[in-house]
Nanobody, 120 residues
């Protein structure tokens, strides 16, 4: 089992920056990728960014050029640097860990989420 704890969310003005952290505990044997999802009430959880141990990387079109995902394998951590934030980025952000290509709702391990609110 893997436990994930996110942190770093908060309230920020449009144009500002935040960095989210996701720290894992437990055996990471089955984890080859970590990802960040976000969700707003009434909508499906959306994949924001994902990074595999092998270097595969994915960004949603809406965050390309503004967000950057990174990982520190030794610290069992993943990060999401979010720059030029927009009100549309307001959501609860979740960390997901699992096998590359098998991430997403119902798959892998999940954290409890951290709220990001961007004011206009």
């Amino acid at each position: 089992q893997v436990q994930l704890v996110e942190s770093g969310g908060g309230l920020v003005q449009a144009g500002g920056s935040l960095m989210l952290s996701c720290v894992a505990s437990g055996s990471m044997f089955e984890v080859t990728a970590m990802a960040w999802y976000r969700q707003v009430p009434g909508k499906q959880r959306e994949l924001v960014a994902a990074l595999s141990t092998g270097g595969n990387i994915y960004y949603a079109d809406s965050v390309k050029g503004r967000f950057a995902i990174s990982r520190d394998i030794d610290k069992k951590a993943a990060y999401l640097q979010m720059n030029s934030l927009k009100p549309d980025d307001t959501a609860t952000y979740y960390c997901n860990a699992g096998r590359w290509g098998q991430l997403g709702p119902g798959s892998g391990f999940w954290g409890q989420g951290t709220q990001v609110t961007v004011s206009s």
